[in-house]
């Protein structure tokens, strides 16, 4: 993800204090008229400056470029050197001075006005963290370019055309470049003492190793791109010898600079690898304290330093802990909640078999879920997403390095579905119990409910409807799964359990994230936490845990996140009593796109005023 979307598509943006600028007075009919026109044609010309922008900064990345539905550079792959950002922040620098030459947010409305303050708070994020701009672990137990392109290509890259074709062979040939660049970027992170951590490379190699198996490259099955891209030529109205010419240079490209580039990234690795020192947190880098506190800033959008977020983080270990103790006894367990930790990590009754039936038993579940929650949505929500959603498992190719579960975005022109991807490679480590939540979090009502309709908003500018902030996306996905329990479409204390499961794994999320890179917790002690209050399978904790070292700050944004959206409710039913509407309050929440905590709360504000009448 981190190379993949310009600046202006990244969730997280770093915490700024400054206000919206107050609306302006009370003007008589006709010149309140006169100025009302001129504020809605100052409006309309900064959301035209603004989506200028947007898609200068988008040309940058061809892959942003197909994610977002356009076919220009349709036969190029990102630029993976560390120049790249660079580029992206002198033309964010450019154009933020171009606006504030152009603009005076004191003639904009309200929403316009956020836009302008928005689009400054994301360059100066960018700025702040520029000088971090290595530190990004191109290879991690998160995911490597070897992995990323092919679900890319597999996933986005539309063939319609005999052009298509051709650009989809561009791209596999383009791979060997990309591959090089990552190898060149780990060489000048390791120059710096940036290397990634001990366990990446076992992974992050059986990853690479992974997609050169198979037809062309081996005997067996297809290959997974050889299947998709033979699919794809196929279902072209083109003659048979055009298909057979796209097919043998399909092919050639694959066995050749695609497989040269993913052997030298392997090989580039393994070069890397004898320089790892452990599996240490952000402290151990180069200048690592300051890096840790901007990517908290980033993850968060608050002030809140790795001291505030450890305490709020056991605070809710035990808070969550209470309430589990409650529903183990709806339960009927006899026994202390150590003890149904371990029953819910190994008793068949809250397993599915590892067989092929036992994945879809799975899946099917997660749709049901689904379904359910969108049969109850319009008593919760004024607008829906149009979007369509569908729930897949993760490619065996790339179980190695992907998490448990996670949503990738609809295609704007509804050519792609949002899709919920949940990793099955293993379904003795799979807890049965956690299978609703996790669909509601990252299908329905949490993550496509909030990032689909951001997509569809009129009005707003483009990098407020395809960006994001981590701490509202993810919060808004954690307070779905409790939103869910509400909703009604947790039928058992089991379900419900679960739920309180996954709000435990976020609020371990925030100790272990400051634990390990501020408190400087071993991979050994923070693994050893997670175990003694989750009922999380072995293999989910340690690729957690793996993923949080890899990752500086990002998981403290899931629960700070949750706990504003949770006190903003709390405060708009306190405020309006009977007069509350929960519907109106997700629109509040929804209405203007992802936000950053402080400006969602002026939000939430404005509607608890326009409510109160």
């Known amino acids: ?107 904009l409305g309200p929403s316009a006005r956020l836009s302008y303050e928005l689009f400054e708070r994301s360059v100066e994020r960018q700025r702040a963290g520029a000088r971090f701009s290595a530190y990004a672990f191109p290879v991690s137990t998160n995911g490597t370019p070897a992995g990323d392109i092919p679900v890319f290509l597999i996933n ?39 290397v990634p951590p001990e366990m990446v490379f ?51 490209a694959l066995v050749g600079p695609f497989r040269k580039g993913v052997e030298a990234l392997i090989a580039g690795i393994a070069t890397i690898e004898p320089q790892a020192k452990g599996n240490n947190g952000a402290w151990s880098l180069p200048d690592g304290g300051a890096y840790y506190a901007n990517r908290l800033a980033n993850w968060t959008t ?21 309430e589990m103790e409650q529903v183990m006894q709806q339960i009927g367990f006899k026994g202390t909640l150590e003890e149904f930790f371990t029953a819910l990590r ?29 049969a109850k949505a319009p008593q919760y929500f004024e607008r829906l997403p149009k979007a369509a959603l569908e729930v897949r498992a993760v490619e065996p190719f790339r179980e190695d390095t992907a998490s448990v579960a996670f949503y990738n975005r609809p295609a704007p022109d509804g050519s792609r579905p949002g899709i919920f991807y949940v990793n099955l490679a293993d379904m003795n480590q799979v807890n049965r119990v956690q299978t609703d939540a996790i669909a509601a979090h990252e299908g329905a009502p949490g993550h496509h409910f909030q990032i689909a309709r951001a997509q569809e908003l009129e009005g707003l500018p483009k990098f407020r409807r395809f ?15 409790r939103l869910a329990d509400e909703m009604g479409v947790y039928t058992t204390p089991e379900q419900r359990f679960g739920m309180l499961s996954l709000q435990m794994w976020r609020a371990i999320r925030l100790v272990l994230d400051t634990g390990i890179h501020s408190k400087r917790w071993t991979r050994e002690q923070a693994i050893d936490y997670f175990r003694s209050n989750s009922p999380n399978s072995e293999r989910d904790i340690v690729k957690e845990v793996d993923r949080y070292i890899n990752n500086p700050g990002q998981a403290t944004s899931y629960m700070i996140g949750q706990l504003k959206i949770a006190e903003l409710r709390a405060r708009a039913e306190r405020e309006l009593g009977g007069d509350f509407d929960i519907r109106a309050f997700h629109e509040a929440v929804l209405g203007q796109g992802a936000l950053p905590l402080d400006a969602l709360e002026r939000q939430v504000d404005a509607y608890i005023a326009r409510a109160k009448g």
């Open 202 to 252: 076992e992974p992050a190699t059986a990853d690479a190793r992974s997609i050169l198996q198979g037809a062309p490259f081996t005997g067996g099955e297809d290959n997974p791109v050889w299947a998709d891209f033979q699919t794809k030529v196929n279902a072209l109205d083109i003659a048979d010898a055009e298909k057979t010419r796209l097919l043998g240079e399909g092919r050639a």
């Open 156 to 194: 986005q890259h539309k063939v319609s055309s005999v052009a298509d074709a051709e650009a989809y062979i561009a791209r596999l040939r383009d791979s060997e470049r990309v591959m090089d660049e990552t190898v060149d970027v780990m060489q000048q992170q390791a120059a710096m003492g940036i």
């Open 346 to 374: 190994s008793d068949p009754e809250y397993k599915y078999p590892d067989t092929a039936e036992g994945r879809e038993h799975y899946l099917e579940e997660a749709r049901t879920l689904i379904a359910n929650v969108m």
């Open 1 to 107: 993800m981190y190379r993949l979307l310009p600046v202006l598509l990244l969730a997280g943006c770093a915490a700024q204090t400054g206000g919206v600028p107050a609306a302006p007075p009370a003007e008589t009919a006709a010149s309140g008229q006169a100025a009302g026109q001129t504020t809605a044609q100052e409006d309309a010309r900064l959301l035209a400056f603004l989506d200028s922008a947007f898609d200068a900064q988008v040309a940058l990345s061809p892959e942003a470029l197909t994610s977002l539905g356009s076919k220009q550079d349709y036969d190029k792959l990102n630029d993976y050197t560390l120049a790249a950002d660079a580029k992206s922040l002198a033309l964010a620098e450019s154009q933020l001075a171009q606006m504030r030459a152009q603009f005076d947010p004191a003639r």
């Open 302 to 322: 608050t002030d809140l330093t790795a001291d505030q977020i450890h305490a709020i983080g056991l605070e809710q270990v035990a808070a969550i802990r209470a």
């Open 467 to 481: 960006g994001g902030y981590g701490a509202y996306t993810e919060g808004w996905g954690l307070y779905s799964e």
